[in-house]
């Protein structure tokens, strides 16, 4: 039996040793961010923070500001298909959160959902927008419910598919022992792995194009990713959206995909009680990312659904001052609780 124990212990020993090897055997070189910004990239400095944006649509009087937040282990680039179809009627920014896309990827940031959404309200108060509705997909609409109870300037929330109830996050990356941390951001570095990862979130994976991956994977051949992913998911921990949910004062319009392979549609039902007078819009034939495969019907849901938010509060306020901090950075060279609608995917 001590034999045993003993051959057993040295597995593990073997195991872990070769484990942490691999993860943090050297890869790629990782590339200034200068050298992968595209021409629409803009960036900006928040509390030391440089962060990766783009606009679509003009910004003035009677156009909605909507910040759209992105997911976990993606960017902006998750927007590419939603975001021109709303800027005929509103001022539309995505965003890289930090540690993600282009945006910088600290070491010592907290990474928690709270901290984060305090940097999208500072974002949103250095971009200049006026009462913000803030956009989120999966992780990010957990950051953006977290960001509207935050910011008392807030005009409205839309949640697509959240990780609020449920986070949808990888079991490997909620596992913080070492070297998991590592392996995790090396595996979300690896083209092939989060190719496959991300086809699977799909209704038609055919979606996920060659460029696509191209886009996604500039965060992972940053400057500074390989350190900073692995801060990140050092620090993964459940939100605490389900307790912030009742104080969410702002109209909420929850655009599901009801074929979501790791939510229940059930949880959608749930989502819409748990936040008081919120609407919800089904779209059958799209899975998680509805927004991207049921782009034109989600534009169509959000136009319908703005008049909601102006009728919610009067002329906006004053525009919000700046915050320390809180300035536009130079960009590098470019290198109520209705019944569900149900609709289809058509985009």
């Known amino acids: 039996m001590k034999r045993v124990v003993g051959a057993l212990l040295g597995l593990v020993v073997m195991t872990w040793l070769g484990l942490t090897a691999w993860a943090y055997w050297p890869g790629e070189a990782e590339v200034p961010v200068a050298r992968l910004a595209s021409a629409d990239d803009r960036f900006l400095a928040v509390d030391g923070l440089r962060l990766r944006y783009r606009a679509w649509g003009a910004a003035g009087e009677g156009r909605p500001d909507l910040l759209l937040i992105h997911g976990f282990a993606n960017s902006l680039q998750s927007w590419r298909l ?19 896309g282009l945006s910088d990827k600290p070491v010592d940031f907290d990474y928690h959902n709270g901290p984060q959404a305090a940097v999208m309200v500072a974002a949103a108060r250095a971009l200049g927008l006026r009462r913000t509705i803030y956009v989120g997909h999966s992780l990010g609409g957990a950051i953006a419910l977290q960001a509207v109870v935050r910011d008392p300037d807030a005009a409205g929330l839309v949640l697509l598919n959240p990780g609020i109830l449920t986070t949808g996050v990888p079991k490997i990356v909620q596992v913080t022992l070492p070297p998991l941390p590592r392996m995790s951001a090396k595996l979300f570095g690896s083209r092939e792995f989060r190719g496959n990862f991300l086809r699977t979130s799909y209704v038609d994976p055919s979606i996920v194009t060659p ?17 900073g992913m692995t801060s990140l998911m050092k620090q993964y921990a459940e939100g ?14 929850i655009p599901w ?17 748990l936040i008081p ?8 034939d799209a899975g998680h990312y ?37 300035t536009e950075a130079a960009a590098p060279t470019p290198a109520s609780a209705a019944a569900p609608i149900t609709q289809g995917a058509a985009s």
Not at 211 to 227: C, K, N, P, S, T
Not at 257 to 273: F, M, P, T, V, Y
Not at 311 to 318: D, K, L, Y
């Open 82 to 100: 939603l975001a021109p179809r709303l800027a005929d009627c509103c001022h539309v920014v995505a965003i890289d959160m930090p540690g993600y």
């Open 240 to 253: 605490e959206e389900i307790a912030l949910a009742a104080r969410v004062r702002v109209p909420t319009l």
């Open 211 to 227: 460029q696509v991956i191209d886009d996604l994977m500039l965060g992972a051949r940053a400057e500074g990713y390989m350190a």
């Open 277 to 284: 007078g919120s609407e919800l819009v089904r779209f059958a």
């Open 290 to 326: 509805v927004h991207e495969e049921a782009a034109a019907g989600v534009a169509r849901a959000i136009e319908a659904w703005l008049p909601r938010t102006a009728a919610a509060g009067t002329a906006p306020g004053a525009p919000p001052d700046a915050l320390p901090g809180a």
């Open 257 to 273: 995909g009801d074929q979501d392979r790791n939510k229940l549609r059930s949880e959608a039902d749930d989502l819409q009680r």
